[in-house]
């Protein structure tokens, strides 16, 4: 960890954390070939690099991390050599009020964003929602941003309102010929309101509107809804959240011929989590209805879990997995056939050869099976790597990064 400026009365305590993952790995089927696929038997060398500055202010704190991943699989020249991120988290407070500020921003090769891990991110816990596709499509890229400002203000001691805007854009990009994915842009505006019931224990009410808008204008939705929340904290590091709220869609599809379809559902997730002196644990299961590239929203069922430990001084374990189950909102034909279910789960351990410095190695089952495809696919990857990351302010905490 690297100190950029002294930290002083009224003045900004700048850090930054340098890391670095560097690994060759082997897939038994890459392409998710249903029986499998000679082709899809390769072998690639792939390296991350990344950042996390964090800066601290009497009011506020601001973390951001630009990352850069490289990759080269020499049987595959269709994949994108070089994937882009940059993450952020702001928050500004006031006496009475706070400002939130994320913005997520991603240049990624479509493979890699549709088949996610269970890992969660500690810039974004809630994030990492999985794939916006039905179906994997190797040779295209996606250029993702998400934009959210939340401003929340305490009327009373237990009383305070709140609202946010999330803006959410995707753009993809063949490298032959046409994309297989349609663009789209999906706004949603939300206000709450949240009593604190004990210091421990909040509860809130929300309502919002959305609109999801296919950039090539075959579908338009607009949805409507509202819901209630249970937010309790035993302590900093283990607590449980509940959410439950109704969702209205009303669709248009406008391809072929104009047609309307209004759908209702239910949706929420529950999250628990939980740090011990050696380990940590995350996990978190709902239904949600998403944005995709596939001409429409999508009701998506998901689980997901992460788990960490420490099993000496040096030795670490991480586990990971998540389940979703996408289905195409509503019946319009525009998406019909993207309906998906996708699982995944990976191991892996590090070993610290010095407090930065690592070499590690694991293994992760990939499976999905598409409403298109004629049956189940399945691809097998093992890895070993060795990085560096440099020493942060939660010293090392397994939650960090993902590995």
Known sequence: MVALAPASAGAADIQTEPRFDMRVEQNDNFNLVPGGSPDSNV????????????????????????????????????????????????????????????????????????????????????????????????????????????????????VSIGGSVRYQTARYDADNGPTTKTDYDYSVLEGYVTWALSPSTDFNVAAYGSNYEARDNSEDTDAVGAGVGVDHRWNETDGIQAHLYYEQNDTKEFIPVVVTETTSDVGGDLTVYRKLEVSEWRFTVGRSFIPTGDSGKATLDHARIQYDRMLSERFSLRAAARYDSRNALGETTISTGTDRDYARADLSLRWYVTQTWYVGGGYAYIWEDRQEAPSDASNNKFFLNFGYRALSRADQSPFEEPQ
Do not use: C, W
């Open 43 to 158: 072998y690639g060398y792939v390296a991350d690099l990344a950042a996390l500055f964090n800066i601290r202010t009497p009011r506020g704190v601001t973390e951001m991390r630009p990352r850069a991943k490289l990759q080269e699989f020499p049987d595959r020249q269709d994949l994108e050599k070089v994937e882009l991120f940059f993450d952020m988290r702001s928050e500004f407070r006031t006496e009475r009020s706070r400002f939130f500020f994320d913005l997520n921003a991603s240049r990624q090769d479509l493979y890699n964003s549709e088949t996610p891990s269970g890992d969660f991110d500690p810039l974004d816990p809630g994030g990492n929602t999985g794939g916006d596709s039905g179906r994997i499509v190797i040779g295209e890229t996606r250029t993702a941003l998400l934009a959210s400002p939340t401003f929340e203000h305490r009327v009373t001691e237990r």
